[in-house]
């Protein structure tokens, strides 16, 4: 059924009357990639307890026919499952009310297939959003569409991103009242970032503000811009060596959220380019950051550099999940951040103080962070760049302490963040680089190793007030897996070996698994059948980066298990390609 | 700064060889196509207008080093890894060809790309500083296939 827009703003103001973030009405639909506003990923339906995740079982199953990595989440808007598959990024919406979830209809668009080699990290997309009738979501090669959801009609369909600038659009746009969130990929390929606002209607261009540059493409007013530590005008040029900052790169393909209260909505930024530091001497803002936004003019209110000067690929796209937490005794309103970098931050997400940042897994290439200056405290032994030579064993690798990929969620029961992580290691081989328009900007090489414990990924509960894991699950292979989290205190999450699980929210102890198939990359979500009963939806279909592609998943490729992907050599005995959709439920 | 020097490198290579005159570059280059093309109609090759394509490098020490300069200072290897051993884009010297392994395929696949991304180079290369790309990848060893992996 199509909300009327008067419906829709009546929503959005009834969600501005409750108090406490992740707390919003839930209805059990799944409307956007987050699940909610706060990205908290946490559902309040209860059916699905940790006495009764044992007999959880398969229902149904759909393959995509797409061999890429399938990130993200399907939505579930009336009664209607939403699925995007990886490129050609075809949109299916299967009716959940009759038997067999058959679909309504798919539809095809037209991607330019160029896009493949211009995408870092395999052909992904990140999913949908929904609001006022319409499927909002990117195409791969730059584009964004928006389709009626009864229908299936395209409505419209804009190009937000340039291809020949190395600018793809895996990300999943966020809907925050008539204005539709999107930003590029491209850290690889010498871009210079960008968020856009585009009008629900009709997908027009309302505003774009940039991830670097002056204040004035960056859309700083001085009067309003109140960062917690930086102080000065133009920063994104200042903190810049020449016009480097031109193809600094600074993309946005992670996650967006947004507190209807504060009217502000956050981002995480990615890798300046190239990897190869020397060229870019500087602070490079607004690289590896968290930037608060106003929606209706993208006015910056605050901004926080996680990795100033950022030597490692430490991309901060990960998702920003928003919560009220009792700290000190009093109750703060933060954003909680899991970096590439291996912190974990805790802000304030009025001012942009970091009132904690802990290590949440193996850590070398900073002893800690300052709280007084927001600085890392850096190892000196761990910078990189073409003079340095091979620095060795630095951790995080690039891949992330954990991967903003992997979307983690918060309950408001147990106070606690189920986050997949990694350990990883890596060496950094920097080398000069030239800037190509439309070709990698990259100039590294960065070998990976399993890092301390031999064990190459976890899954954790974090306690984001005590700054320490309550519990964690080690898993044998890098855990690349969004999770959700249940009012029935049951979390659920993937492995790149094939394993879906659900675990107890407050012990961490596995209540059930089921070989879905493939790797999963995708974030898993839970919502309400027409019948009332509780489900739990999820992707397999392993991809999503070169190094999983590598480890001779893919049949086709007879490469095999080439260095540097050669770390997870035997993955392959447990996984290869193929997307499916998958539903599970009680008896 | 340094970042320009290395594009004059690229240049250099470029120039290091033969000028390119417009009459050796007809010789050079294949007539532009598309890519359903690549299918033969009962088994026909269409004429090529444009020459043969015919490699004029030998796989002499000079020529693959300046070749594999280029490759990398075109930023080939940010896609093809490293020695073209593959990354995301595909490894370049397993002797497993998409679009043909043949010296006048590589270069057709350099000069107008290929439709799943890889950039069409013959605007920015000289037909010469590509020849010495395909000459570059033709003399790399070919590993012997694996057809079966192990764990035990």
Not at chain 1, 22 to 28: F, K, L, R, S, Y
Not at chain 1, 133 to 147: R, S, W
């Amino acid at each position: 059924m199509r909300l009327q827009s008067s419906t829709f703003l009546a929503a959005v103001l009834a969600v501005l009357a409750v108090p406490a973030v992740g707390q919003t009405p839930d209805d059990g639909q799944w409307t956007m990639p987050g699940k909610n506003f706060a990205a908290t990923r946490f559902s309040s339906l209860t059916s699905i307890t940790t006495a009764n995740a044992s007999t959880l079982h398969p229902l149904w199953s759909f393959s995509t026919g797409v061999l890429g990595g399938h990130e993200g989440q399907p939505l579930v808007v009336n009664n209607t499952m939403y699925v995007v598959t990886p490129f050609p990024d075809v949109l299916y919406a299967f009716d959940l009310t009759k038997d067999g979830y058959p679909l309504k209809w798919k539809y095809r668009p037209d991607v330019n297939p160029s896009a493949l080699g211009t995408a870092c990290c395999d052909a992904i997309n990140r999913g949908p959003a929904y609001a006022d009738g319409k499927i909002v979501y990117n195409l791969l090669d730059g584009h964004t569409v928006a389709v009626d959801a009864n229908t299936g009609k395209e409505l419209w369909k804009v190009q937000i991103a340039d291809l020949s600038e190395g600018e793809t659009t895996p990300m999943a746009p966020l809907i925050v009242r008539d204005l539709v969130f999107v930003g590029p990929s491209g850290g690889e390929f010498g871009i210079h970032g960008w968020l856009k606002a585009l009008d629900l209607a009709n997908g027009k261009v309302v505003w774009t503000a940039y991830n670097e540059g002056s204040d004035k493409d960056m859309l700083v007013d001085t009067s309003k811009f109140r960062p917690f530590y930086d102080h000065g005008k133009d920063l994104g040029l200042t903190s810049w060596t020449g016009d480097a900052w031109k193809r600094g790169g600074i993309p946005v393909w992670g996650w967006l959220s947004y507190d209807p209260d504060l009217d502000l909505l956050y981002y995480g930024t990615g890798n300046a380019g190239p990897y190869n530091p020397e060229q870019r001497p500087g602070d490079n803002k607004w690289a590896s950051s968290v930037l608060a936004r106003r929606p209706r003019d993208g006015a910056l209110i605050w901004a926080y550099q996680f990795t100033p000067h950022e030597n490692w690929d430490y991309d901060a796209n990960a998702e920003m999940i928003l919560a009220d937490l009792n700290i000190g005794g009093k109750l703060r309103h933060v954003l909680v951040h899991f970096d590439k970098n291996g912190f974990a931050y805790t802000i304030d997400r009025e001012t942009g103080e970091v009132l904690l940042a802990k290590a949440f897994t193996t850590v070398t290439w900073a002893k800690g962070i300052n709280l007084k200056t927001g600085r890392p405290t850096l190892d000196s032994a761990k910078l990189t760049g073409a003079s340095r030579g091979n620095v060795k064993d630095i951790c995080p690798s690039l891949e992330g302490g954990k991967s903003p990929v992997s979307a983690g969620s918060f309950s408001p029961h147990t106070e606690y963040f189920y986050v997949a992580t990694n350990n990883l290691c890596m060496d950094y081989e920097a080398s000069q680089v030239s800037h190509i328009a439309g070709t990698p900007y990259i100039g590294a090489n960065t070998p990976y190793h399993a890092g301390p414990g031999g064990y190459m990924g976890a899954f954790i509960a974090w306690d984001a007030v005590k700054g320490q894991p309550a519990w964690r699950i080690e898993e044998k292979y890098p855990v690349w897996s969004g999770s959700v989290t249940t009012a029935g205190d049951v979390v659920f999450y993937g492995t790149l070996d094939g394993w879906f699980k659900a675990a107890n929210a407050w012990t961490g102890q596995v209540l059930w698994k089921f070989k879905v198939g493939s790797g999963v990359v995708g974030c898993p979500i839970v919502y309400k059948g027409p019948d009332g009963k509780q489900y739990v939806a999820v992707y397999a279909g392993i991809g999503g980066d070169w190094f999983l592609l590598a480890g001779d998943v893919r049949s086709d490729d007879p490469a095999d298990v080439r260095p540097p992907a050669d770390f997870a050599r035997d993955l392959a005995r447990h996984t290869s390609q193929g997307g499916m959709v998958w539903i599970f439920g009680l008896p | 700064m340094d970042f320009r020097l290395a594009l004059i490198g690229v240049g250099g290579v470029a120039l290091a060889c033969k000028p390119v005159t417009p009459t050796s570059n007809a010789r050079y280059v294949p007539p532009v196509i598309s890519y359903p093309q690549h299918v033969n109609a009962a088994g026909i090759a269409p004429p090529t207008s444009g020459g043969t394509l015919t490699n004029p490098y030998q796989p002499d020490s000079a020529s693959v080093r300046e070749g594999g300069q280029t490759f990398t200072a075109m930023n080939c290897d940010g896609c093809h890894g490293g020695g073209a051993t593959g990354w995301v884009g595909p490894s370049l010297v397993d002797g497993r060809w998409r679009y043909g392994g043949e010296d006048g395929a590589v270069f057709t696949s350099i000069f107008y790309g290929r439709p799943r991304g890889m950039p069409a180079y013959g605007g920015t290369l000289s037909p010469a500083a590509i020849w010495k790309i395909v000459t570059y990848l033709r003399a790399q060893p070919v590993p012997s296939d694996v057809p079966t992996e192990r764990w035990q």
